[in-house]
């Protein structure tokens, strides 16, 4: 499993949603949101030990799958990672058009003529 | 094309309700992610960045419209409209939710698809020319072989838990073009003096973190020892292949701990033992599971077309696709024609439902029912009359699915990368698309000529970028996305690792070096006679190496 590197000063913590595969993070209420800008943001410490507990026995509870801390800075938006890799997943998304979106931008059409 | 039989309905049957059973009882809380990851791979089911990925097999790259129809339902009810084919014929769905896979499944099944065996340390989609069965270079059609190891591998008792994962392609054709010689076993059909069918068997390729081409361990090996001899093949890698490392455990790192000489007298002395057992082909066995994918009756046609002829004089986007994306069929009159899923700018080997439709109905009404699917991430029209090819090319066209680019330096294999993948460690899909879009011209491209340019996103290189003329591999380094530029690499029958050409360049600076990588032979070509892979043998790394880092 990915290890968050030592020196981020912020962290969130994150999952996948165990029915729809979808990325989660925590939220202050101890739930999961698909929004990285309701995540709960943790300080190193006791806080942050305690999160990744919780996410542990949410993946024993199945409810979410293989939580992980990662790095975020705080901005104006809330946070954002530090690493692509976790920038790409809290944008719910390939940084590429896709599918029926990809076309339109390639073509200008708006649907293929079936 | 093969049809189910009973037995092979009610084993993909089986294992559907079987798998739904599983689903069940991971969504109810029954079974712990460590539990259930065995089995979802076993069917297919990734745990990617984004979501949930379904890995569905395209058995030796043959595809029915009904097929095609099925693959767009899916795609357009349970993901997000589209599939991504990859590079060893199977197409992913990139966002189904856990709870509707089984259904998916269900209607798979229903066109006698599945994904059994897509994932997992197991032996994977047996993969063939996607030509076969058409192509004018055919020594013999690979699919029957291809289905009898489908067959024989299909939860094989023995072959379930193998070291590692355990990848076969084969091909019939004097021109490989399934990579054979980059896979676990490579099968290449030939005809002995007296004109006997065999194969000349190779052993060990695979690319990878550890890139190595196959041994020829046999030159010719009869047809019917097919199953006996790979049967030896797995089952020495079975017992000596390496189990403590999973970096060393495919069979290539057996074959180059071993040698090539002690790995064939091992396999050579289990094939004796079994080799007039139970698993060699019956000669109407052969020919019955041949009797599936015999051609279809082609009309005799002229060997030229006076409609296409006309139509390609007024039409210059037909010219130009006909030029470069049909080859020439066995049968007169006819080509095979390459559907591109690879549009300038676009994301290499991404398909609509819509565009899946279109192609079923245009292989239904001019192909004879029947598609394929390459590695290099393109649809195959395979049996196009001559006459038809305006027709075809403007529905094409109208889909976005024309552009005459088959082999040119756009037509780019990438692998989903870090858009998509948890294991990539940079973007392939986004420097595949300024790279097409750097060469968007197409007098420009045609100049090229022939040139693959093969993306992967890591080091396990699903983006075959050790076989790319260029291959580019993406690193992270210090945060950053980096890529890695590899040369004079090739996946055919003179298969050769491309070298590293030195320190990899920022995403910023990539696609200038790989136009520099392509001006440099320009420049340096003997003429447009000598591809790029012929003047990068003939010349070695020393004019890339200073036009893309100085002199020396």
Redesign the interface.
């Known amino acids: 499993m990915f290890k968050a590197a030592q020196q981020g000063p912020v962290k969130v913590i994150t999952a996948?949603d165990?029915?729809?595969?979808?990325?989660v993070f925590l939220d202050a209420g101890d739930g999961w949101t698909h929004d990285i800008a309701s995540a709960r943001v943790l300080e190193d410490g006791p806080e942050l030990e305690a999160a990744i507990a919780y996410g542990q026995a949410q993946?024993?509870?199945?409810v979410v799958?293989?939580p992980y801390p990662i790095d975020v800075t705080v901005g104006e938006h809330g946070p954002v990672p530090?690493?692509?890799?976790e920038k790409?997943?809290a944008d719910?998304?390939?940084?590429?058009a896709?599918?029926?979106e990809?076309?339109a931008r390639?073509?200008g059409?708006q649907?293929?003529?079936? | 094309m093969y049809r189910y039989d009973e037995f092979d309905r009610e084993f993909v049957n089986e294992r559907v309700a079987q798998f739904r059973g599983q689903v069940a009882r991971r969504l109810s809380g029954e079974l712990t992610e460590e539990q259930f990851k065995p089995l979802r791979l076993m069917n297919g089911v990734y745990l990617q960045l984004h979501a949930y990925m379904l890995r569905v097999a395209i058995p030796y790259g043959t595809l029915s419209p009904a097929q095609l129809r099925m693959l767009a339902f899916i795609a357009r009810t349970y993901d997000r409209g589209y599939g991504h084919f990859t590079t060893r014929q199977n197409l992913q769905f990139h966002w189904p939710a856990l709870k509707d896979i089984p259904d998916i499944l269900e209607h798979l099944a229903a066109v006698e698809m599945h994904a059994i065996q897509t994932s997992g340390n197991c032996i994977r989609n047996v993969t063939a020319d996607h030509y076969a069965g058409a192509a004018a270079d055919e020594i013999i059609d690979p699919r029957p072989y291809a289905e009898i190891l489908r067959q024989w591998s299909s939860l094989h008792p023995e072959f379930i838990f193998l070291p590692r994962k355990f990848k076969i392609a084969v091909t019939g054709a004097e021109r490989d073009r399934a990579a054979t010689q980059v896979h676990d076993i490579g099968l290449h059909a030939k005809r002995d003096a007296d004109g006997n069918l065999g194969f000349a068997v190779y052993v060990g390729g695979g690319l990878g973190r550890t890139p190595m081409v196959g041994h020829r361990i046999r030159d010719f090996l009869p047809e019917r020892d097919l199953l006996s001899y790979v049967e030896a093949i797995l089952r020495v890698y079975n017992l000596f292949g390496r189990r403590d490392n999973k970096y060393k455990a495919r069979i290539k790192i057996l074959v180059h701990e071993t040698g090539a000489d002690e790995i064939r007298r091992q396999v050579e002395a289990d094939w004796e033992r079994i080799r007039d057992g139970a698993l060699a082909l019956p000669e109407d066995e052969i020919r019955r599971i041949q009797d599936y994918f015999a051609q279809p009756h082609l009309p005799a046609r002229p060997a030229g077309s006076i409609v296409l002829d006309r139509a390609r004089a007024a039409d210059h986007a037909l010219d130009s696709w006909a030029a470069r994306n049909t080859v020439p069929h066995r049968a007169s009159g006819h080509v095979l024609a390459t559907v591109s899923l690879k549009p300038i700018g676009g994301t290499p080997g991404d398909m609509t439902a819509d565009q899946m439709e279109v192609v079923a109905d245009f292989a239904e009404r001019f192909s004879h029912g029947e598609a394929r699917v390459s590695h290099e991430q393109n649809l195959i029209l395979p049996h196009v009359a001559l006459d038809d090819l305006p027709a075809v090319h403007a529905a094409l066209a109208a889909a976005g699915l024309a552009t005459p680019n088959a082999g040119l330096v756009t037509d780019i294999i990438a692998c989903p990368g870090l858009d998509y993948c948890a294991l990539a460690n940079a973007r392939s899909i986004p420097v595949a698309q300024r790279i097409s879009e750097r060469f968007a011209d197409h007098a420009r491209q045609k100049d090229v000529g022939d040139l693959k340019i093969k993306i992967s996103g890591c080091i396990n290189a699903c983006g075959h970028h050790h076989v790319g003329h260029i291959g580019i591999l993406g690193v992270e380094k210090k945060g950053e996305e980096f890529y890695q530029l590899t040369l004079g690499g090739s996946g055919d029958e003179t298969a050769s690792l491309g070298e590293i050409i030195g320190p990899g360049f920022s995403s910023e600076a990539v696609v200038d070096a790989v136009e520099t990588v392509v001006e440099t032979y320009l420049n340096a070509r003997r003429g447009p006679e000598e591809d790029f892979l012929a003047a990068y043998r003939r010349l070695g790394q020393a004019p890339f190496k200073e036009a893309l880092y100085g002199a020396a």
Not at chain 1, 59 to 62: A, G, K, L, T
Not at chain 1, 92 to 96: A, D
Not at chain 1, 111 to 114: F, G, K, Y
């Open positions: 996948n165990l029915g729809n595969g979808l990325v993946h024993d509870s199945r799958i293989d530090i690493r692509l890799r790409i997943r719910r998304g390939p940084t590429v896709y599918g029926d990809e076309r390639l073509t059409a649907r293929v003529p079936v």
